[in-house]
């Protein structure tokens, strides 16, 4: 049994749901097919399998090591980190003018989702590298580019991303590390930052970090603040490296992704350290701004990609473990034990998590499409719908990724009983390693922000507008599916209730009570991403059960026994109604709660801001 990515879910969203293969009639992709996106796929499955999982354990026990300044990354990173390198991995979805190949995002992210699975804490090095690289390939001049994108891109130099410091975490504005102009784009950088993934380690030579610095002067805020190409060796005028005074003074100790460097650098400890400006002065949050749907897009997929494997070993342990008798015989001492899965309890489980990890699923990879069709858009009109539905999703993608795929592997842990909380079995690290997704890439909190104060509120709601609109022209040919009535209503009145709450937030916004919006923002981002995923299972319903109809004929098998016989024996026909399963699940126990939600937020309860601050605890 597979035990990272359920590979047929994967497929069937991909060219049943998404149908991806129509991507190649762009010019952009026209160069691809879906036998080359299967392809890719099965050499990612293999890497995966064969190298990233099995250094996941080793390196969550042995983790990284700081001594004299230098970090040392888990000895069993080497070698899967080479080889993925090598492989042209990094560089998947760019260009191939950069050295990549080109793929669209959604296939990449497929991709991801196997490594991720596999092994997070390895998989932060390139992807912090390729969040850099991807900052040069827009903003970078070409001299920048030639220094250092390609080394970048091909994994041959690691990129991190360095915005927090003590004071400035979510507040990103008020950092104080500071840029002091030298001329010609030069400039001597001097700070603290702190929690910096992958800031040192013995993956590579070299490190070029992206750093966000305020130059002497400038404004305070986040208007101020401009970003650097901080390379830990920097080339001389004979085009040597030399050291360029990054220091590394400690790396942190924490709860999950040992694997992981988490460093504190101090930039220009000896007043040595030099940035190069990356466009234009003062620009620095726009620009960070301008690569944060894919960075948040990623962070939303570990969670996914770390649910997705505690499904399946949850699955896999369910089926295995012998436990009680079944509730038939329950009273009978003398009953066989019975493998877990035949109890109800657990199946409940089994399926709150399989419907999950598959919204999860549909969700992230329609929010990676919607990126591919900005990309290869022919018209703006195209180019500007896409875009709209993007930036609505990301903030719900990060954030529905993170908290649900934790809560994902919390249940595998359920599940596994006892054994799930030692440390032998693998779904304690899991939701070790899975909670940072919903901390670091902006905490979901700040996502609920993003969503509620910024994209609800651009171009007078129009985002959410299209976004329905388009869902509901989907909904329409759902509607032709008789079968699919019931889960339609269901879906219906939940989308009622997102409109309710959004209204009323638009009213609470143009009054005193302008905090309600805020308070509530979390509670309207979940609903959101209930709502997004129930429609996405439920059309995932209609489409298997077209197809689940189809083998029925082809079989000619009319009655409910003659069904029952293929799926005995058809897996195809069992795939189709495990799908039309998990949104029956999804829609009747998740779904059916929109409303109570929606009436939560909309009752007015201003306790947690009218309490005061020692009403929570006297003491
Ligand atoms: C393992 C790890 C890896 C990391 N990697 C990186 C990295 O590579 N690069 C990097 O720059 N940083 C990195 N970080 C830092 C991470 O992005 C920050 O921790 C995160 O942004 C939150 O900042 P903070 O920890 O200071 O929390 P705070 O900002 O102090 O937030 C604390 C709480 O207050 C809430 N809060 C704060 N402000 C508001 C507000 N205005 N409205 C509502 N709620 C608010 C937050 O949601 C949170 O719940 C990493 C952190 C960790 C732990």
Same mark, same amino acid.
């Given at each position: 049994?597979?035990?990272?990515?359920?590979?047929?879910?994967?497929?069937?969203?991909?060219?049943?749901?998404?149908?991806?293969?129509?991507?190649?009639? +762009?010019?952009?992709?026209?160069? =691809?097919?879906?036998?080359?996106?299967?392809?890719?796929?099965?050499?990612?499955?293999?890497?995966?399998?064969?190298?990233?999982?099995?250094?996941?354990?080793?390196?969550?026990?042995?983790?990284?090591?700081?001594?004299?300044?230098?970090?040392?990354?888990?000895?069993?990173?080497?070698?899967? +980190?080479?080889?993925?390198?090598?492989?042209?991995?990094?560089?998947?979805?760019?260009?191939?003018?950069?050295?990549?190949?080109?793929?669209?995002?959604?296939?990449?992210?497929?991709?991801?989702?196997?490594?991720?699975?596999?092994?997070?804490?390895?998989?932060?090095?390139?992807?912090?590298?390729?969040?850099?690289?991807?900052?040069?390939?827009?903003?970078?001049?070409?001299?920048?580019?030639?220094?250092?994108?390609?080394?970048?891109?091909?994994?041959?130099?690691?990129?991190?991303?360095?915005?927090?410091?003590?004071?400035?975490?979510?507040?990103? *504005?008020?950092?104080?590390?500071?840029?002091?102009?030298?001329?010609?784009?030069?400039?001597?950088?001097?700070?603290?930052?702190? =929690?910096?993934?992958?800031?040192?380690?013995?993956?590579?030579? @070299?490190?070029?970090?992206?750093?966000?610095?305020?130059?002497?002067?400038?404004?305070?805020?986040?208007?101020?603040?401009?970003?650097?190409?901080?390379?830990?060796?920097?080339?001389?005028?004979? *085009?040597?490296?030399?050291?360029?005074?990054?220091?590394?003074?400690?790396?942190?100790?924490?709860?999950?992704?040992?694997?992981?460097?988490?460093?504190?650098?101090?930039?220009?400890?000896?007043?040595?350290?030099?940035?190069?400006?990356?466009?234009?002065?003062?620009?620095?949050?726009?620009?960070?701004?301008?690569?944060? @749907?894919?960075?948040?897009?990623?962070? *939303?997929?570990?969670?996914?990609?770390?649910?997705?494997?505690?499904?399946?070993?949850?699955?896999?342990?369910?089926?295995?473990?012998?436990?009680?008798?079944?509730?038939?015989?329950?009273?009978?001492?003398?009953?066989?034990?019975?493998?877990?899965?035949?109890?109800?309890?657990?199946?409940?489980?089994?399926?709150?998590?399989?419907?999950?990890?598959?919204?999860?699923?549909?969700?992230?990879?329609?929010?990676?499409?919607?990126?591919?069709?900005?990309?290869?858009?022919?018209?703006?009109?195209?180019?500007?719908?896409?875009?709209?539905?993007?930036?609505?999703?990301?903030?719900?993608?990060?954030?529905?990724?993170?908290?649900?795929?934790?809560?994902?592997?919390?249940?595998?842990?359920?599940?596994?009983?006892?054994?799930?909380?030692?440390?032998?079995?693998?779904?304690?690290?899991?939701?070790?390693?899975?909670?940072?997704?919903?901390?670091?890439?902006?905490?979901?909190?700040?996502?609920?922000?993003?969503?509620?104060?910024? #994209?609800?509120?651009?171009?007078?709601?129009?985002?959410?507008?299209?976004?329905?609109?388009?869902?509901?022209?989907?909904?329409?040919?759902?509607?032709?599916?008789?079968?699919?009535?019931?889960?339609?209503?269901?879906?219906?009145?939940?989308?009622?209730?997102?409109?309710?709450?959004?209204?009323?937030?638009?009213? #609470?916004?143009?009054?005193?009570?302008?905090?309600?919006?805020?308070?509530?923002?979390?509670?309207?981002?979940?609903?959101?991403?209930?709502?997004?995923?129930?429609?996405?299972?439920?059309?995932?319903?209609?489409?298997?059960?077209?197809?689940?109809?189809?083998? +029925?004929?082809?079989?000619?098998?009319?009655?409910?026994?003659?069904?029952?016989?293929?799926?005995? @024996?058809?897996?195809?026909?069992?795939?189709?109604? *495990?799908?039309?399963?998990?949104?029956?699940?999804?829609?009747?126990?998740?779904?059916?709660?929109?409303?109570?939600?929606?009436?939560?937020?909309?009752?007015?309860?201003?306790?947690?801001?009218?309490?005061?601050?020692?009403? =929570?605890?006297?003491?």
């Amino acid at each position: 049994m597979k035990l990272l990515v359920d590979e047929r879910d994967v497929s069937f969203i991909l060219h049943e749901q998404l149908r991806i293969e129509e991507l190649c009639r +762009y010019p952009k992709y026209s160069s =691809f097919s879906r036998d080359l996106f299967d392809m890719a796929l099965q050499e990612a499955e293999k890497l995966a399998e064969k190298e990233f999982y099995p250094a996941n354990r080793d390196g969550d026990r042995q983790g990284c090591r700081f001594e004299n300044g230098k970090v040392r990354a888990p000895d069993a990173y080497h070698r899967p +980190y080479q080889h993925y390198c090598e492989g042209g991995w990094l560089a998947m979805s760019d260009p191939p003018e950069v050295g990549g190949q080109g793929f669209p995002l959604v296939v990449a992210n497929a991709c991801v989702e196997l490594f991720g699975a596999a092994n997070w804490s390895l998989f932060m090095y390139p992807g912090l590298t390729h969040g850099s690289a991807r900052l040069l390939e827009e903003f970078g001049t070409p001299e920048q580019q030639e220094l250092y994108m390609h080394k970048l891109f091909a994994g041959e130099w690691a990129g991190t991303m360095c915005m927090t410091e003590a004071q400035a975490g979510s507040d990103v *504005g008020s950092l104080t590390t500071r840029a002091t102009p030298l001329g010609e784009g030069t400039y001597l950088i001097s700070g603290q930052k702190i =929690f910096i993934s992958s800031g040192m380690h013995d993956l590579t030579e @070299n490190i070029v970090h992206m750093v966000l610095a305020r130059i002497d002067g400038a404004p305070k805020g986040a208007r101020g603040i401009s970003i650097f190409i901080v390379p830990r060796l920097r080339y001389d005028v004979d *085009g040597g490296l030399v050291d360029n005074d990054v220091a590394c003074t400690g790396i942190e100790h924490k709860m999950g992704i040992h694997g992981s460097a988490t460093c504190s650098l101090n930039f220009g400890e000896n007043g040595k350290c030099i940035g190069y400006l990356l466009g234009q002065e003062h620009t620095g949050m726009r620009i960070m701004f301008e690569m944060m @749907n894919e960075a948040r897009l990623f962070v *939303g997929m570990q969670g996914l990609a770390q649910g997705s494997t505690a499904y399946l070993h949850a699955l896999k342990y369910a089926k295995e473990r012998l436990q009680g008798a079944s509730a038939e015989r329950m009273k009978d001492p003398t009953a066989p034990r019975v493998p877990i899965i035949h109890h109800p309890d657990v199946r409940r489980m089994l399926m709150f998590m399989k419907s999950s990890t598959e919204g999860m699923r549909a969700l992230l990879y329609l929010a990676a499409y919607c990126i591919d069709r900005v990309r290869a858009a022919q018209s703006e009109e195209e180019k500007e719908r896409f875009k709209g539905y993007v930036d609505l999703l990301i903030p719900i993608c990060k954030s529905v990724g993170s908290d649900l795929g934790f809560r994902v592997c919390e249940t595998a842990i359920q599940i596994y009983g006892g054994y799930g909380y030692i440390t032998e079995f693998p779904v304690e690290q899991l939701l070790r390693d899975c909670k940072i997704a919903s901390i670091y890439e902006g905490t979901n909190g700040i996502q609920a922000l993003d969503l509620v104060g910024r #994209k609800l509120t651009q171009k007078r709601g129009q985002l959410l507008k299209n976004a329905m609109a388009a869902m509901t022209e989907i909904l329409e040919r759902i509607r032709t599916n008789f079968n699919m009535r019931e889960l339609v209503g269901i879906y219906e009145e939940a989308q009622e209730s997102v409109i309710q709450v959004t209204k009323f937030f638009a009213l #609470k916004g143009m009054t005193d009570e302008f905090q309600v919006p805020l308070l509530h923002a979390k509670p309207y981002l979940d609903l959101c991403g209930d709502a997004a995923m129930g429609f996405l299972l439920l059309w995932q319903a209609h489409l298997a059960d077209r197809r689940l109809q189809e083998i +029925y004929r082809d079989h000619r098998a009319g009655d409910a026994r003659a069904q029952q016989e293929i799926l005995k @024996n058809n897996r195809s026909a069992a795939f189709y109604l *495990g799908k039309i399963a998990s949104a029956r699940f999804f829609i009747n126990q998740v779904l059916t709660q929109a409303h109570g939600r929606a009436r939560a937020i909309m009752s007015n309860d201003k306790s947690a801001l009218e309490i005061p601050e020692y009403g =929570f605890s006297l003491g």
